[in-house]
């Protein structure tokens, strides 16, 4: 993903939504169609985007993700991506990325929101 961090690092998260006025959508439906390419191809029943287990990769990439699903920044239905969807509901549903999250992370962004 290399539209995604560019957009969010330093920002508060609703302020990217005008990086969809830029001409960044096209873009990050790309990286979005990507991740979720990528999950689809998992060897294992859990979808994990760095191999057969979950990684700081996952935990990391997510918020990028979560934010851009919470604004739906360069799409218009999460259903466009199917796997990215239940990814994101199976890391919601893992004690470890909740106590990941627990710090306020978040800061109420968790799509979908984070199971307490």
Do not use: N
């Not at 330093?10 to 169609?33: E, Y």
């Not at 990684?55 to 918020?63: E, G, H, M, S």
């Amino acid at each position: 993903m290399h539209v995604l961090p560019s957009i969010l690092a330093g920002r508060h998260a609703k302020d990217s939504a005008a990086a969809i006025g830029l001409g960044m959508a096209p873009t990050i439906a790309a990286d979005l169609r990507w991740i979720d390419e990528t999950l689809a191809a998992s060897s294992t029943d859990e979808l994990y985007i760095a191999g057969p287990h979950l990684t700081i990769a996952d935990i990391q990439l997510a918020w990028s993700v979560q934010v851009v699903f919470k604004f739906k920044l360069g799409f218009k239905e999460t259903a466009e991506f199917p796997h990215i969807e239940r990814w994101l509901q199976q890391l919601s549903a893992r004690p470890a990325y909740i106590a990941a999250c627990a710090d306020g992370f978040h800061d109420g962004l968790a799509w979908p929101p984070l199971k307490q």
